[in-house]
Nanobody, 122 residues
Framework: QVQLVESGGGLVQAGGSLRLSCAAS????????MGWFRQAPGKEREFVAA????????YYADSVKGRFTISRDNAQNTVYLQMNSLKPEDTAVYYC???????????????WGQGTQVTVSS
């Protein structure tokens, strides 16, 4: 069982930056691939970024590639999402998720956080 708690969301102007954190409980954090997803009002939840368990291979949605960076600190049981050059269309609730394999597929993740709101003003 893994519990995930996101933090770091907020209101930022277009062009600004935010860093989201996702703290995981348990001693097996390093055995999970981690992902970030987001859901904008009236839209389906979509993949943002993912990172593998130990080697740290990373994957990004085309819409955030070059602007967002996912990283993890297994000693701190935490995964991060550094978001730069934010755009109004990045406004959404951001969720972190843990699963057995690194994938862009939402259904492959077994554990989810409660989400943190990111709002980008124009």
């Amino acid at each position: 069982q893994v519990q995930l708690v996101e933090s770091g969301g907020g209101l930022v102007q277009a062009g600004g930056s935010l860093r989201l954190s996702c703290a995981a409980s348990g001693r097996t954090f390093s055995s999970y691939a981690m992902g970030w997803f987001r859901q904008a009002p009236g839209k389906e939840r979509e993949f943002v970024a993912a990172i593998s368990r130990s080697v740290g291979n990373t994957y990004y949605a085309d819409s955030v590639k070059g602007r967002f960076t996912i990283s993890r600190d297994n000693a701190q049981n935490t995964v991060y999402l550094q978001m730069n050059s934010l755009k109004p269309e990045d406004t959404a609730v951001y969720y972190c998720a843990a699963g057995g394999i690194v994938t862009m597929k939402e259904y492959s993740y077994n554990y989810w956080g409660q989400g943190t709101q990111v709002t980008v003003s124009s």
